[in-house]
């Protein structure tokens, strides 16, 4: 009786594994499940810069598009993604984490607008630059200093690319729970 009890398991943990670590989750494109897609990321607050130790806010808004195309009302649990900034057209440094754990619901057949602000400051960024990202950015030939004034110079203008990226929302239709994995950049180009 152990036995078999054990090899139901070991066979219930291979099938949990194989369809919950999908590789390339993408934005799914189901028939009839919510789509998330990035509409815009918007200045929301910003401070002069002020040298460094000092820490300078950037508070950032990020607009998504959610579409309902079922026919029944769905409810967002929870919702997270990272974002990242641009260094160079193929190089992009993560920011933060924001999630959000609004339960807000969206009526059948429509596509409606739902943000999320986040704040990060200098003194942050410039430990992700200067720890995680150091002997990249020496490679090629910047300064982590630089690279903080030129994002903080320039996010008014979108002169770099800003990246969402590992989104996933949860939403509940009252019976079950849907997984719907996310990703875009801003400004599109």
Not at 119 to 133: E, P, S
Not at 165 to 181: H, L, Q
Request: hydrophobic share 45%; glycine share 6%; proline share 7%.
């Amino acid at each position: 009786m152990r036995r078999i009890l054990l090899v139901l398991l070991v066979i219930g943990f291979a099938v949990w594994g194989t369809a919950a670590c999908k590789p390339g989750l993408l934005p799914t494109d189901e028939v009839g499940k919510p789509r998330v897609t990035l509409e815009r990321v918007e200045v929301a607050s910003s401070f002069p810069w002020a040298d460094l130790p000092a820490r300078t806010p950037l508070v950032l808004a990020f607009v998504f598009n959610i579409e309902n195309p079922s026919g029944y009302n769905i409810m967002l649990d929870n919702m997270k993604f990272a974002y990242s900034f641009e260094i160079n057209p193929d190089y992009y440094v993560e920011m933060n984490i924001p999630v959000s754990y609004d339960r807000i619901y969206f009526p059948p057949n429509t596509t409606s607008q739902y943000r999320i602000v986040n704040t990060i400051d200098t003194a942050v960024i410039m430990g992700k630059l200067m720890v995680t990202q150091g002997a990249k950015l020496q490679a090629m030939n910047l300064k982590p200093v630089d690279v903080l004034k030129n994002w903080f110079a320039k996010i008014g203008d979108f002169s770099f690319g800003i990246k969402v990226g590992e989104g996933m929302a949860v939403f509940s239709n009252g019976k079950e729970d849907i997984f719907v994995p996310f990703e875009g950049k801003f400004p599109k180009k």
